[in-house]
């Protein structure tokens, strides 16, 4: 097989020509490296990982991230399970977000797993930061690179969520551990960062987690926010993957966000989500 990277409109690039259930060479996993890094979200079709195949590809990138809030698959705790079953109206993750923001260092990205489908529908929108800075006039890159803005799980997680925000819709579909939101403080990270991987300037606010700028009130704050999030949800930035059996997309969250669609009501939808621990952010 050759391998193949294939940029995609939007954001990502989906790569062909490699089973990553092999043993990898280090000059392929470099390549999927460097395109994990230049494009932020990496999608693979035609795989066929177990999850002890699941597990070591992801611990050959960086420490596995336990998940506090989603349940564990019962024999790998590495694993934690998205499922939707047939009766459930909610999904997990149906709005604009990027995970663990609400962390002082938030997680690299999770490498999601397609386990049961429904036969349509469920497909996952991914958002390019990176092209959402890139098209900002200069003036307005200059002001956000002085800001920072707090970040916050309690207000989806915790014991009592705040109404403006609905669990699922925030990115939450929490299983658990309220207990363990309300012990989270509030941290505060540069609205415009430089990913560690790739040395380029990203947005990194979104409407799930960010709650205020730094020294701002929540009043002051959100006519901004506003903006910049509809800014963010430019189609011009975005793509939509269809998932099917044997299908992975590998996101970053320093990059991207993405929105999994509730579309699929009646049906049941499982996938494995590995999520890896990142590293300090920077502006």
């Not at 000059?27 to 999927?32: C, K, N, R, S, V």
């Not at 207990?179 to 941290?187: K, P, R, S, W, Y």
Request: hydrophobic share 40%; glycine share 8%; charged share 20%.
């Amino acid at each position: 097989m050759t391998l193949t990277i294939t940029p995609l409109s939007g954001v990502g690039a989906e790569i062909t020509g490699v089973d990553l259930a092999g043993d990898l060479p280090e000059a392929t996993f470099a390549a999927i490296r460097g395109a994990f890094a230049d494009h932020g979200v990496i999608f693979f079709r035609g795989q066929n990982l177990t999850e002890d195949d699941h597990i070591a590809f992801a611990r050959r990138w960086a420490p596995i991230n336990i998940n506090r809030f989603f349940a564990a698959h019962p024999a790998h705790p590495e694993i934690a399970l998205v499922t939707k079953e047939e009766a459930q109206k909610d999904n997990i993750g149906g709005g604009w977000h990027t995970d663990h923001s609400y962390d002082a260092i938030p997680a690299m990205g999770s490498i999601l797993v397609a386990r049961e489908l429904p036969a349509s529908g469920g497909n996952t929108l991914f958002s390019s930061m990176y092209a959402a800075y890139d098209a900002l006039s200069d003036g307005f890159k200059a002001m956000l690179g002085s800001l920072s803005a707090v970040h916050s799980a309690r207000h989806v997680f915790g014991a009592s969520p705040d109404t403006a925000y609905n669990r699922t819709d925030a990115g939450g579909g929490r299983i658990g551990n309220a207990d363990v939101a309300e012990t989270l403080a509030d941290v505060v990270h540069p609205v415009v960062i430089t990913h560690p991987l790739s040395g380029r300037k990203a947005l990194y606010v979104n409407p799930a987690f960010t709650l205020r700028f730094d020294g701002w009130t929540a009043e002051e704050s959100m006519p901004l926010l506003q903006q910049l999030y509809a800014h963010c949800m430019n189609p011009a930035f975005v793509q939509e993957f269809v998932w099917r059996p044997g299908s992975i997309a590998f996101w970053d969250n320093r990059a991207t966000w993405h929105f999994a669609r509730n579309d699929y009501h009646g049906h049941r939808r499982e996938m494995h989500r590995i999520t890896l621990e990142g590293e300090p952010l920077s502006a």
